[in-house]
């Protein structure tokens, strides 16, 4: 008989336990074979070797899946347990499809589901830049957040920042009420909800406080080198030339940028050129950059809004 002392070092014990060890009980029913002794964060772990390297194989598996999903139920546990081979992971996610970008929380699969949305995936790929540009409805933010979820997940940045232009950051802003979190925070909303449904909230105010995660008015950004992280810029049709070359000229050597903006909804003042019209017109044909123009036929909000954006453009 061989004995083994397993470390749970990158998860909570609890998320394997579960309550009063009910999750715990139905891993051992798969493994009537084994002895499994659990303390803390360790798990003694007593019977033949090839029976103990099956049980650490499925271990890591159920630890990857709670990792890439955030949420590790009795169901899930009894589902992988009970398939053979030990690729399982890898086998659920073809059979979702080869689409997803992050698993959010309680096992919300997120997944390029337009065109224009998979050539966003694979476009960050293959280029350190990437502009998405298309009207409403069209997933650019979210699609964009999911990326970089995914590249902090896969340890391919150290952090995430996002930025947006606050238009209305100047007289208007001060009538708000509260500090100056406070009175910004409402710009910055459709990056916190996209961050809501794919981090914890626990997780997701560890890494703002830390700043893993950094929200902030684009007028922040001067000054800054911005490396080892990757970039979202939202509401780029916003920016006015200089913000955007501003913008623009602070990518570190590692890091990845991607812009988003609809340039049918610029609110600038009327004289005022936008700095995404410009960057677009100029960096077209650089290597490493990449556009990628959304339409109409990727709106995935309310059937709706879809018929709304025809409607208006029909009038131009």
Excluded: C, W
């Excluded at 083994?4 to 074979?33: A, Q, R």
């Excluded at 002895?35 to 390297?53: C, H, N, P, Q, T």
């Amino acid at each position: 008989m061989t004995e083994k002392l397993i470390t749970l070092d990158s998860i909570e014990p609890v998320e394997i336990y579960g309550v009063n060890d009910v999750k715990l009980n139905t891993i051992k029913k798969y493994f009537p074979k084994l002895k499994l002794i659990a303390r803390g964060y360790s798990v003694k772990v007593l019977g033949e070797e090839d029976e103990i390297i099956r049980f650490e194989k499925k271990l890591d598996l159920l630890i990857d899946y709670y990792h890439k999903s955030g949420v590790l139920t009795e169901n899930t546990i009894e589902r992988l347990l009970g398939q053979t081979g030990d690729n399982l992971l890898e086998a659920k996610e073809d059979a979702l499809g080869s689409d997803i970008i992050v698993f959010g929380n309680n096992g919300l699969v997120i997944k390029a589901k337009t065109e224009n949305q998979r050539k966003m995936v694979r476009s960050i790929t293959k280029n350190d830049m990437l502009f998405a540009i298309g009207p409403a409805g069209t997933g650019k933010t979210y699609t964009a957040v999911a990326l970089a979820v995914k590249a902090l997940k896969n340890k391919e940045v150290k952090r995430i920042i996002l930025t947006r232009p606050a238009v209305e950051a100047g007289e208007n802003l001060g009538f708000l009420p509260g500090d100056l979190k406070e009175k910004l925070d409402p710009y910055m909303q459709p990056l916190y909800d996209a961050l809501f449904d794919m981090i914890p909230l626990d997780k997701l105010n560890m890494f703002i406080e830390n700043r893993t995660i950094q929200i902030a008015p684009l007028a922040f950004m001067r000054g800054r080198t911005l490396d080892n992280a990757f970039v979202i810029l939202d509401e780029a049709q916003n920016t006015t030339e200089s913000q955007m070359k501003m913008f623009l000229t602070r990518m570190g050597s590692s890091a990845k940028f991607l812009i988003t903006g609809d340039t049918s909804q610029i609110d600038l003042p009327s004289k005022q050129p936008s700095g995404l019209l410009q960057a677009t017109r100029y960096l077209k044909n650089v290597e490493g950059i990449d556009i990628v123009q959304l339409d109409n036929t990727d709106v995935i909000r309310h059937k709706l809004v879809k018929a709304i954006i025809e409607k208006y453009d029909s009038q131009k």
